[in-house]
């Protein structure tokens, strides 16, 4: 099941950096932000994974909207970063 | 002796050779991926751009999907990621960045610029882009939103700019020439030039 256009999402707020060797595709200024949901951009081979060669499971991919000012503290109003990121990095926002 | 230490020559051959043991490439379709990789330039992409200008239906196809566009042009895309293309419009302009690395769409824009991969335009691309934009000469008319797209994933992203109003009545080949690779990065936009 993929999460609808329109959706309000958290990108978690985790560093598996610290963990220990990892290779991640959410960058770090995103994480912790909340942004909406724009489309499903389709199913791709987990990354993280697929870096170290072990069975990668398909996950969902997701075009999400943030407010780029609101991000950086600085910027024109309105402007926005659209950024690929996969569900198991999402939390729906409940309102 | 270790790989690092192999004379990379040998190395090559003995790679090519268990490929083509295996089944998972032989020399003809290397050779095929090597000639393809050689001929993307940003001059495809002006191709699609310029399409897209002049056929409403091609221009239909290119924003659904851009991977199935540039193939009816006769532009290889197997086994690449998915092309996806940006609209710009009167009110809206996209600039592409790869903050974790360097995503590109290569089949239709070739090999990176330099800058696209350095540090600094990765940073300032989505911390301030406005005035990176500046630093290019590109001013946004009042009113128009940016939206810097972050390339960090499977897909592949090219924007499509806004056609110059002073081409009215151009052919294709002469609305092509016009487009530069930094206008389908969205550092530039075309002019009628």
Redesign the interface.
């Known amino acids: 099941m993929s999460l609808a256009p329109g959706t309000k999402v958290r990108v978690k707020d985790d560093w598996p950096e610290i963990r220990g060797p990892c290779h991640i595709?959410?960058?770090h200024?995103v994480r912790g932000e909340c942004g909406t949901l724009v489309r499903h951009?389709?199913d791709?081979a987990n990354?993280e994974d697929l870096a170290f060669a072990r069975p990668a499971p398909l996950r969902p991919?997701y075009h999400v909207?943030f407010d780029?000012p609101g991000i950086?503290g600085?910027?024109?109003a309105?402007?926005?970063?659209?950024?690929?990121?996969?569900g198991h990095w999402l939390e729906v926002v409940t309102p | 002796m270790s790989v690092l230490a192999a004379d990379s020559v040998n190395l090559l051959a003995a790679l090519r050779a268990v490929l083509a043991a295996k089944g998972i490439a032989g020399p003809e379709e290397i050779a095929g991926q090597i000639r393809s990789t050689d001929e993307a330039s940003p001059a495809q992409g002006a191709r699609m751009v310029a399409k897209a200008w002049t056929d409403p239906a091609f221009r239909a196809l290119m924003l659904e999907d851009g991977t199935r566009a540039a193939e009816s042009l006769g532009i290889p895309m197997r086994g690449l990621p998915?092309l996806?293309v940006l609209e710009d419009r009167p009110e809206a302009h996209h600039l592409v960045v790869c903050?974790?690395c360097s995503c590109y769409p290569r089949a239709v824009l070739g090999y990176p610029p330099f800058w696209y991969k350095s540090a600094s335009y990765r940073a300032r691309a989505?911390?301030?882009?406005?005035g990176l934009l500046l630093e290019w000469g590109t001013v946004l008319p009042a009113g128009v939103?940016?939206?810097?797209?972050?390339?960090?994933?499977?897909?592949r992203w090219m924007v499509l700019p806004l056609r110059p109003a002073a081409t009215a009545g151009w052919s294709e080949a002469k609305l092509a020439a016009i487009v530069r690779e930094g206008d389908m990065i969205g550092v530039t936009i075309p002019l009628a030039s």
């Open positions: 595709r959410t960058p200024y951009l389709g791709f990354p991919l909207r780029q950086w600085e910027g024109a309105g402007d926005a970063l659209l950024v690929e990121v996969f | 998915p996806g903050t974790l989505v911390r301030d882009p406005r939103k940016l939206t810097v797209v972050d390339s960090t994933a499977d897909y």
